[in-house]
T-cell receptor, first 112, second 113 residues
Framework: GEKVEQHESTLSVREGDSAVINCTYT??????FPWYKQEAGKSLHFVID?????DRKQSQRLIVLLDKKAKRFSLHITATQPEDSAIYFC???????????FGAGTKLTIKP | EAAVTQSPRNKVTVTGGNVTLSCRQT?????MYWYRQDTGHGLRLIHYSYGAGNLQIGDVPDGYKATRTTQEDFFLLLELASPSQTSLYFC????????????FGSGTRLTVL
């Protein structure tokens, strides 16, 4: 089955700098790659996704890049703010499969 | 926004105990999922369902049963709880495969002594 590896278990950046979280996946049939955010003591919520028909997607300060050849995707958070501090999960699934496989999570800390 | 409600928020039981975790979603979503969250493992899928009476096996089903009684309600059952099942459990729902976005409940923290 699909395996998603999230490379950074923790990441600390200074406020205003950019943060990058990297993930790799194993199933070449995977075509959908969402990201979820979990703030301290709270549940997860969706933040952004990318599908395999594009290699870049941006939503305000969030950018997702997809490299299908390397089976790698990444989340870039620009101009970081204190409220970006959270655990971020990457995930993958392929179209028609009901299961979404998650990475282990990256705890992002924004330092003042 | 989809509403997914889990109960209880916290539960403590003993080894061998019987536990039922409840989840209700009120947005007429077809798909419902049970995940467990453990440090170092992220979220792992236990069971899921695409409608009342349907049950699909996830990636870590051992020791768990589930039942989808209505479109709204999905239950996770631990009939002989073990300490390895101490975890944070999340229920999620999604309206269709193509939509794909998961809406999560607030979680149930289960401790098995």
């Amino acid at each position: 089955g699909e395996k998603v590896e999230q490379h950074e278990s923790t990441l600390s950046v200074r406020e205003g700098d950019s943060a990058v979280i990297n993930c790799t996946y194993t199933d070449t049939a995977s075509s959908y790659f969402p990201w979820y955010k979990q703030e301290a003591g709270k549940s997860l919520h969706f933040v952004i996704d990318i599908r395999s028909n594009v290699d870049r997607k941006q939503s305000q300060r969030l950018i997702v890049l997809l490299d299908k050849k390397a089976k790698r995707f990444s989340l870039h958070i620009t101009a970081t703010q204190p409220e970006d501090s959270a655990i971020y999960f990457c995930a993958a699934k392929h179209y028609g499969n009901e299961k979404i496989t998650f990475g282990a999570g990256t705890k992002l800390t924004i330092k003042p | 926004e989809a509403a997914v409600t889990q109960s209880p928020r916290n539960k403590v039981t003993v080894t061998g105990g019987n536990v039922t975790l409840s989840c209700r979603q009120t947005n007429s979503h077809n798909y419902m999922y049970w995940y467990r969250q453990d440090t170092g493992h992220g979220l792992r899928l236990i069971h899921y369902s695409y409608g009342a009476g349907n049950l699909q096996i996830g990636d870590v089903p051992d020791g768990y049963k589930a039942t989808r009684t209505t479109q709204e309600d999905f239950f996770l059952l631990l009939e002989l709880a073990s300490p390895s099942q101490t975890s944070l459990y999340f229920c999620a729902s999604s309206d269709a495969i193509s939509a794909e976005t998961l809406y999560f409940g607030s979680g149930t923290r289960l401790t098995v002594l």
